[in-house]
């Protein structure tokens, strides 16, 4: 079994300023990594994902995240802030086992206040 | 573009009506999901398909229940609306492990 801290419930930053929202993770297997927006009265939708090889993940809307196995983190960072970057961010986690069904575990959430 | 679609977006009913909520999508995923989501609070899954005549109870224990008969189609019930079912309801669909879900908008439920 698997599961996801995201270690801040609200992050107030103000327009244009960069932004760094922690998640750390446990399993004892190998994992995909995933980071999802979710606007207000919205579903959720993908940022980026962390599936192998590169550990710097590029994803939409400016966004990169950084994975690190030793440290079992996967920071989601953005280097400025648009207001319409205002949103709850979800940080999720999947084995990699077929035979266990691939089913995402979610973080808490961290909610992005974008200040003009 | 959605591929996954919920409908209704928001439903208001009555204590004791019995109610389904709609999901399809267009992609031919095999695996398929229902969150509960309360306001500004985490996603809890509720119910999973890996494919037709597949389902099986997530990690929190709801008084919903689920069908697949069809590879796009993945309803929930509820025989019997209560106050305490009030919640956003979030499906999604899956490609593999490493692709992701994706998300329908939700049905925002009020049981009155």
């Known amino acids: 079994a698997q599961s996801v801290t995201q270690l801040d419930s609200q992050v107030p930053v103000f327009e244009e300023a960069p932004v760094e929202l922690r998640c750390n993770y446990s399993?004892?297997?190998?994992?995909?990594l995933f980071w999802y927006v979710q606007y207000p009265n919205q579903g959720l939708q993908l940022l980026l994902k962390y599936t192998s090889a590169a550990t710097l993940v590029k994803g939409i809307n400016g966004f990169e995240a950084e994975f690190n196995k030793s440290q079992t983190s996967f920071h989601l960072r953005k280097p400025s802030v648009h207001i319409s970057d205002t949103a709850e961010y979800f940080c999720?986690?999947?084995?990699?086992?077929?035979?266990?069904?691939?089913?995402?575990?979610f973080g808490g959430g961290t909610r992005v206040l974008v200040k003009p | 573009e959605a591929d996954i679609y919920q409908t209704p977006r928001y439903l208001v009913i009555g204590t004791g009506k019995k109610i389904t909520l709609e999901c399809s999508q267009t992609?031919?995923?095999?695996?398929m999901y229902w969150y509960q989501q309360d306001p500004g609070m985490e996603l809890h899954l509720i119910h999973y398909?890996?494919?037709?005549?597949?389902?099986e109870k997530g990690d929190l224990s709801s008084e919903s229940t689920v069908s697949r008969i069809r590879t796009e189609h993945f309803p929930l019930t509820l025989e019997s609306a209560r106050p305490s079912h009030t919640s956003q309801y979030l499906c999604?669909?899956?490609?593999?492990?490493?692709?992701?879900?994706?998300f329908g908008s939700g049905t925002r439920l009020t049981v009155v």
């Open positions: 399993s004892s297997v190998s994992v995909y």
């Open positions: 999604a669909s899956r490609a593999g492990g490493g692709y992701g879900y994706t």
């Open positions: 398909s890996y494919g037709v005549n597949s389902t």
């Open positions: 992609m031919g995923h095999d695996k």
């Open positions: 999720a986690v999947s084995d990699r086992d077929k035979a266990a069904g691939n089913k995402l575990t």
